[in-house]
């Protein structure tokens, strides 16, 4: 059984990503667990870590969530447990959850640091289970070659067992290939492998924002795994909303006012992916049943509009275990630009 | 201030003077002026105008001051808008009782102050006045036509109140061609000063009047509306047609007069409430008057139906069941009455069937047979043109018939249908006012106008019901809100206002920490419900702060931390005091019960299947407050989910009084606490019956913090 941290320099580089392509390019059974839990998320009467719920879905792993996630909270943590005890309990969840499996990822924090006080960071784990540390890292050019350097002079100690660098999101592979490459090899770092940036990985489903706000689905059950590209706040008269270009765009999701019935209807002529009402109005019964055969959702939220939007905007595209589309391209994307038998061998 | 005066003088003045009488018969000064002489009006009449000289063959007066005599009851003010007040200050001045501002250009064009200075000057000097904005006043009792509408009014027992000067006038019209007779119709325009409560009191008195119909787009001081409308309807039917339903509706009233049109649902449920005929159309509105003025009042609701047709029969029977219309149901009595009128295949059930053979002969005594018969007490005669019918007869016998019935004192009305005949005889019956329809829906709906009066009527008065509650400590909490600047109670001020009104919650305890919650949910005992605490989020389902069925230690832990974490998610400036932990009650029986100063009606209450859907849902209904136990009843069968209440599926009767009082509390609530606006209870966990109610979740909406207290 094979035990692997995946790590990162800076938040939101793409490790539960990473993991779950790589996890499923190599087949087999796969184990996870996140230690140290940093999106909490309460499902079903317990707390989760949102990645934790993720991973666990997708490759239907059966664990407590006392062990895929030791704790959230730093000052619980260093109450319970000191170095020690937090090494044994590591220790011991990850060969819980690895029993029987191929192999076993260890998912840190946000960060190098994050949990480095309770002895939760991506290092001490990786010291205490002996699993190999990958890190992911993305950005451009100098970015990544900071973070690199960074990690050389951290990471690459004798009695942490270094895999390599995952370098995540890049626009221009060629441009990488040719400029950044070659200064990573001479840092002496290994690249497990470079995975290009995906427009369609950034986009949030509907699904996905009506749990993230809490929406009342009022039409449209069977459409909520579809993606929204672009939001258009109806805030604007019929006579523009018809005008504007957003409206031309594939995927949008409109927020506007339940009480604004001629732009939801002009977003359900327009076919949007979604319509979100603000302010807990919900629109006449005709408009309803209009979306209801077209089988848009209609999404109900009680915050103003443009509460709504700000909501929206700064939900961070995480994956979604029913966004399937998703998590094939990851797959792809993995056995065509990551070094698999890093991970395997 | 003065006294002021009897609304008996805007009906019958002794003396009327028009200020702005015209000499040019193209004016509106003219026309009231030429209308009241041509309707015959025997008190003094003085028209005002500074010219001077004469119209119409009378003095005209330069000023109101010049006018001589004492007994000016009515002053007709028909000048532009800017003098208007000039001329009502003359009237007040001179002790003028009563004043019509005819001029328009006040509040229904968003002049309120205007219309505020005159209704202030004249009622400091113990003057009345109407409209601005109207069209006038006829009165049958003063023969007075003080209107600039038609010149002939035809005599009646119908009064017309209406809102719309333009509808007003139409209906005159109208009137007279249905051949409906008018004991008054008055145009109130703006409300400023008198509404419709003011005159239904004068009208229901009014031995001329035997119907009162109302035209209304937007309700102010509904209060007192809802009190007028109670009283009025034990005397005599009222019927209302209101505007404003649809939102485009509610938009073009707000603009028409400047009155803003209430929820029409609140209004219908509380007009019905009320006991007021509410009619869908201006036509169907005049059918129910005119059957409601000429019909005399059945004795009980054994309705029979007498037709020569199977088919219409059913669709009279079918249209009975939708206006409430009870059918006569004594097979052997109807056997006993009918078998000797009707051929062996004739139906002697109700409809009775007097088969395509009948004749005028036939239904002369049928007819007879059910005037005669005590167990019948309303008849609803039907008519199928056939070959065999002597059509010449028609008119002749259902005149005949009718005449007879309202000799006997009991109800009639004919629904015929026809070719050329039938049609002639049909016009030529309603010029004479006689009871017959071409649509048997028409002639049902107008019994279920009659017997919705007639239960109205036989109703025995009940006392209002209100709650024994300490007002005085509620409007301490009010007042420590108010300091704080909150439009809203907090989580522990909610219960204490449902400890003050006696209405029990679930166990309950608020946690700040971790520790506090898992003892709090030990104590109250497992499963429990934890809901945030916060002035700043109300709607905590919304939010992620309610996690239920919580059943030991662990989901505890994890439910208070979750509910934090989604709170501070969403809302990072919410102020949250802790988290709440209630014991848990499960079951269907979830209902919402709230009050709210209504802006139209004032107190309100509302009843309804609750839960988190109830906004979806609606399935709810409204009265106004105070209300008696029969009216909370009726409210309750209102619900569609009331069965629930009764019990289903094998489960036990639900603590039906429980919820009564629950209404009444909250209604009083409402009603004597003018610091609270809006008050939700939602939801209500109704108990098995003798276990009564707990309130699992209160949401209070104080009054207007600005205006530092209840709303004006």
């Excluded at chain 1, 035990?3 to 059974?29: F, N, P, Q, W």
């Excluded at chain 1, 765009?249 to 992916?273: C, F, H, P, Q, Y």
């Excluded at chain 2, 003080?146 to 010149?151: D, N």
């Excluded at chain 2, 509302?606 to 839960?611: A, I, L, Q, V």
Aim: with cysteine; glycine share 10%.
């Amino acid at each position: 059984m094979r035990e692997i941290v995946m790590a990162s320099v800076s938040k939101g580089a793409g490790k539960t990503s990473m993991i779950v392509g790589i996890g499923r390019a190599l087949g087999g059974k796969v184990g996870y667990m996140k230690p140290f839990g940093d999106r909490l998320l309460y499902r079903k009467k317990r707390l989760w870590d949102y990645d934790s719920a993720l991973v666990s879905s997708i490759f239907g792993i059966e664990a407590n969530p006392e062990d895929v996630s030791l704790g959230f909270d730093h000052a619980k943590l260093s109450f319970t447990a000191d170095a020690e005890d937090t090494r044994r309990r590591v220790s011991e969840a990850a060969e819980r959850v690895g029993k029987g499996r191929d192999v076993v990822f260890i998912e840190g924090g946000r960060d190098m640091s994050y949990g480095a006080s309770v002895h939760m960071d991506p290092i001490s784990i990786a010291r205490a289970t002996g699993a190999r540390l990958f890190a992911v890292v993305q950005g451009e050019g100098t970015t990544v070659l900071d973070d690199i350097s960074f990690l050389k002079s951290t990471v690459c100690a004798p009695d942490v067992p270094f895999g390599g660098v995952i370098v995540n999101k890049v626009r221009d592979l060629v441009e990488f290939g040719d400029l950044t490459l070659p200064r990573i090899a001479e840092l002496g770092v290994p690249v497990a492998g470079v995975v290009p940036f995906e427009q369609e990985l950034t986009y949030l489903s509907v699904s996905y924002i009506a749990e993230g706000l809490f929406a009342k689905v009022i039409t449209g059950e069977q459409q909520m795994n579809r993606s929204v590209r672009t939001l258009m706040i109806g805030a604007m008269s019929q006579n523009a909303a018809l005008e504007s270009p957003l409206l031309k765009k594939r995927d949008i999701m409109v927020i506007t006012s339940g009480d604004r019935s001629e732009i939801i209807l002009i977003a359900l002529e327009n076919n949007a992916a979604c319509v979100l009402l603000t302010n807990d109005i919900l629109p006449p019964p005709n408009i309803i049943a209009l979306a209801e055969e077209k089988n848009v959702p209609l999404l109900l939220v009680p915050f103003d509009t443009y509460e709504t939007a700000r909501q929206v905007d700064s939900m961070m595209p995480l994956l979604g275990k029913d966004e399937m589309g998703k998590i094939e391209l990851l797959t792809e994307l993995a056995r065509k630009h990551i070094k698999l038998d890093a991970f395997s061998g | 201030m003065a006294a002021l005066p009897d609304i008996k003088h805007l009906f019958e003045p002794r003396g009327v003077a028009i200020i702005g009488a015209s000499h040019d018969p193209s004016k509106i000064g003219y026309k009231i002026l030429s209308n009241i002489v041509a309707s015959g009006y025997r008190g003094a009449l003085h028209p005002v105008n500074p010219k001077g000289g004469e119209i119409l063959g009378l003095p005209v007066s330069r000023s109101v001051a010049e006018i001589p005599g004492d007994e000016l009851d009515l002053a007709c003010v028909v000048v532009p808008a800017k003098f208007v007040f000039e001329a009502v200050k003359g009237c007040a001045d001179r002790g003028v009782k009563f004043c019509m501002a005819i001029s328009s250009g006040f509040s229904d064009v968003g002049n309120r102050e205007e219309e505020r200075k005159i209704v202030a000057y004249a009622r400091e000097r113990g003057m009345r006045v109407l409209g601005p904005n109207i069209f006038g006043v006829y009165s049958r009792p003063a023969a007075m036509n003080a209107t600039f509408g038609p010149s002939k009014i035809a005599p009646g027992k119908v009064a017309i109140v209406t809102q719309s000067g333009a509808i007003g006038l139409s209906m005159i019209g109208k009137t007279a061609v249905e051949s409906i007779g008018l004991s008054a119709i008055v145009s109130v325009g703006n409300k400023a000063d008198i509404d419709e409560a003011d005159l239904l009191d004068y009208l229901v008195a009014d031995e001329g009047t035997s119907v009162v119909l109302m035209y209304v787009e937007g309700v102010q001081k509904g209060e007192r509306f809802v009190s007028a409308l109670r009283s009025a309807t034990r005397k005599k039917p009222v019927v209302i047609i209101k505007s404003g339903r649809s939102e485009r509706g509610a938009i073009a009233a707000a603009s028409h007069t400047g009155s803003v049109a209430g929820s029409d649902e609140v209004f219908d449920d509380v007009v019905r409430q009320c006991g007021v005929l509410r009619a869908e159309s201006i036509g169907e509105a005049f059918e129910w008057c005119k059957f409601l003025s000429d019909t005399p009042m059945p004795k009980g609701e054994r309705t029979l139906i007498v037709t020569n047709g199977g088919g219409i029969g059913v669709m009279a029977a079918d249209a009975c069941e939708k206006y409430g219309v009870r059918l006569f149901d004594d097979p052997k009595l109807l056997k006993e009455l009918f078998s000797s009128v009707t051929p062996e295949f004739g139906s002697l059930k109700n409809p009775v069937d007097l088969t395509g053979q009948a004749t005028s002969t036939h239904y002369d005594k049928a007819l007879d047979a059910a005037l005669a018969c005590e167990s019948v007490d309303s008849v609803l005669a039907l008519y199928c043109e056939t070959a065999v019918f002597d059509a010449e007869n028609l008119e002749a016998m259902i005149q005949e018939n009718c005449r007879r019935y309202r000799e006997g004192g009991k109800p009639i009305a004919f629904s015929i249908i026809g070719g050329e005949m039938t049609e002639k005889a049909l016009l030529s019956l309603r010029g004479k006012a006689v009871p017959v329809f071409a649509d048997v829906y028409t002639a049902v709906s107008c019994f279920g106008s009659m017997y919705a009066y007639h239960r109205r009527r036989n109703e025995r008065p009940e006392a209002v019901l209100e709650a024994d509650i300490d007002v005085g400590a509620i409007e301490e909490l009010c007042v420590r809100a108010h300091r704080e600047r909150r439009s809203s109670f907090l989580a522990d001020e909610g219960q204490r206002l449902l400890e003050l009104m006696g209405i029990p919650m679930p166990k309950t305890g608020l946690a700040r920490n971790l520790d506090e919650a898992v003892k709090v949910a030990e104590s109250i005992g497992y499963p429990v419900v934890m809901k945030v605490v916060s002035r700043d989020i109300i709607h905590k389902t919304d939010m992620g702060g309610v996690a239920l069925d919580i059943d030991n230690r662990d989901e505890v832990i994890d439910a208070y931390r979750g509910i934090l974490h989604n709170c501070r998610t969403r809302m990072p400036n919410a102020v949250i005091q802790g988290v709440q932990i209630s014991e848990m009650l499960k079951g269907n029986s979830e209902f919402i019960v709230g009050g709210r100063r209504d802006s139209a009606f004032g107190p309100v209450v509302m009843f309804g299947f609750g839960g988190i859907y109830v906004e979806v849902l609606k399935d709810v209904a409204f009265r106004a407050f105070p209300m008696t136990r029969k009216e909370v009843m009726e409210m309750l069968k209102d619900v569609r989910s009331y069965p629930l209440l009764l019990g289903v599926r094998g489960q036990e009767k639900k603590d039906i009084g429980a919820v009564v009082d629950t209404i009444v509390k909250v209604g009083t609530v409402i009603h004597r606490c003018p610091s609270i606006s809006d008050m939700e209870i939602n939801p209500v966990f109704v108990c098995e019956h003798g276990s009564g109610v707990k309130a699992v979740d209160v949401r209070i909406i104080l009054s207007d913090v600005t205006r530092g207290g209840a709303d004006a």
